[in-house]
């Protein structure tokens, strides 16, 4: 799974995104792991982008059988694990933002899913969003509305999260607001 951000707007910033799908594409396996992508992905971006320009990225290889998430993080908003009790953590480790330095090793992240937990992924166009008075919603309202509605659905959470970030905005959203959820399902009793 990744989720990622481009620096800028209009059509320049679109065919970064567009050279990042493709970069993409051609290296991600599940033979290799985010650090080794994100280092690929890196280089292939340094060489192809306009200095000060990147992008911040997460991508993770999650193992549905069991449960873990292995992920590297360039940059990007750190995503918020909920847990089923009410704890949460982000998802940080990893390096700086895509195609900032020709030559990066990104760190790498694993975390282990228990039922119940949830976790988000969005960028800053959700964080950014301002009121009419000029506050942003920020990175404590995400985590109050995650923690207060972490029992609803992946679905059901990702429409509570974006009706909320509408009306502290007044509807007004100055940049994209994408939002990732994925839910664990909760175990099912036996017998």
Same mark, same amino acid.
Request: net charge negative; with cysteine.
């Given at each position: 799974m990744t989720i990622a951000d481009v620096s800028g707007k209009g059509m320049s910033a679109a065919l970064l995104m567009s050279n990042l799908q493709a970069a993409l594409k051609a290296t991600a396996s599940e033979?290799?792991?985010?650090?080794?992508?994100?280092?690929?992905?890196?280089?292939?971006?340094?060489?192809?982008?306009?200095?000060?320009?990147?992008?911040?990225?997460f991508y993770g290889l999650l193992d549905g059988s069991c449960n873990r998430l292995v992920f590297t993080n360039a940059g990007q908003n750190a995503p918020i694990l909920a847990r089923r009790d009410g704890s949460w953590l982000r998802l940080v480790e990893g390096g700086p933002p895509l195609g900032l330095f020709p030559d990066w090793n990104y760190g790498r992240g694993e975390v282990q899913f228990a039922a119940g937990d949830r976790l988000v992924l969005f960028t800053d166009g959700v964080?950014?969003?301002?009121?009419?008075?000029?506050?942003?919603?920020?990175?404590? &309202? +995400?985590?109050?509305?995650? =923690?207060?509605? *972490? &029992? +609803?659905?992946?679905?059901? =959470?990702?429409? *509570?999260?974006l009706a909320e970030v509408a009306k502290f905005t007044g509807g007004r959203f100055e940049d994209d607001a994408t939002l990732v959820v994925v839910a664990v399902a909760s175990e099912k009793s036996s017998g």
């Open positions: 033979q290799v792991q985010p650090e080794q992508l994100c280092a690929k992905v890196n280089r292939i971006i340094y060489g192809n982008v306009s200095p000060g320009k990147f992008i911040t990225a964080t950014e969003a301002r009121s009419p008075d000029g506050e942003e919603f920020g990175e404590e &309202r +995400l985590v109050t509305v995650l =923690l207060e509605n *972490r &029992r +609803l659905s992946a679905g059901e =959470l990702q429409e *509570r999260i």
